[in-house]
């Protein structure tokens, strides 16, 4: 009698006619494919775990992922470093004189601080502490700081004030001291934002000074309402 599970083209027809039964497969042959299926859906996975699930999980891996899954790890890392690094701000924090070294000149490589010295009841210092608020909020990976100039600076003039300092890497980079560098309780959020910016302090998405705006209206407006030297002249008749 002919074995059925010969490998033969006449039994192959017999099965995909259904008159003989499916080949049975090795054991050695299903435990390789089960190997082989077991690889691939780690190696399909471990691209969707966490770093935390990957520490979970280490001892199921096979030695031939291992490299990959490596390499897959150092990336993942890599992106939450970088994550956190954009995302550990995003607020304006209060810092006393004792706080200084630590918070603005020791900082961290690369972070740029922004700090404020203000005085309660200065109209403008409330303001631009309300503009640095909605800032942080916008540019998460600068540090922002306020301090009352007293606490932070012994007998800091109280007319230099508001004054914001900006640093990198404990360097000072720029500076802003006295209401009129701030052009007044006219100040707007945005001309406070492209003023930061010049300083490379934050990367903003403004493609022009909108003070430039205003100055540009202002003139144009004062061109339209001045009179003409033909009025004038009508007038000396």
Known sequence: MQDPNEDTEWND??????????????????????????????????????????????????????AAIEMYRQKRLSEWKTNQLQNVFGEVNEISGQDYIKEVNKAGDGIWVILHLYKQGIPLCTLINQHLSALARKFPQTKFLKSISSTCIPNYPDRNLPTIFVYRDGDMKAQFIGPLVFGGMNLKVNELEWKLSESGAIKTDLEENPHKQIQDQLMTSIRCSAPSKHHDDSDDD
Request: net charge negative; no cysteine; glycine share 2%.
């Open 13 to 66: 027809i017999l099965r995909k006619k259904g008159i003989l039964p499916p080949k049975e497969t090795p054991k050695e042959d299903e435990e390789e494919e089960e190997r082989l299926f077991q690889q691939q859906s780690v190696v399909k996975t471990y691209e969707s775990m966490t770093l935390e699930e990957l520490e979970e999980n280490e001892d199921e891996f096979s030695e031939d992922d291992e």
